[in-house]
Nanobody, 118 residues
């Protein structure tokens, strides 16, 4: 049974930090590209950051580059998103995604709410 479980969301003041985690099980984590997406109310889901299966390549949305850092631990089947200098516009539900294009497999987590407000 495939599971992606996000944690670490919450309420934080502007300029603060949060660290999101995604725990994976039920598939070969080390073969999958992992990414974080977010969806704000009334908006489409958007890519925040992605990391290759080995962790050697990362990509970020322009809006978070320099503030967010994506990482993974293939030994522990986990992925993280360190979010610094948070802004009100970062408020959204954050989702963990696993994808392996060669076999057309995509898995999503249930999401964790991040609210940036004073």
């Amino acid at each position: 049974q495939v599971q992606l479980v996000e944690s670490g969301g919450g309420l934080v003041q502007p300029g603060g930090s949060l660290r999101l985690s995604c725990a994976a099980s039920g598939f070969t984590f080390s073969l999958y590209t992992m990414s974080w997406y977010r969806q704000a109310p009334g908006q489409e889901r958007e890519l925040v950051a992605a990391i290759s299966s080995t962790g050697g390549t990362t990509n970020y949305a322009e809006s978070v580059a320099g503030r967010f850092t994506i990482s993974r631990d293939n030994a522990k089947n986990t992925m993280a998103l360190q979010m610094n200098n948070l802004k009100a516009e970062d408020t959204a539900v954050y989702y963990c995604k696993a994808a392996r294009v060669i076999v057309s497999m995509v898995y999503w987590g249930q999401g964790t709410q991040v609210t940036v407000s004073s």
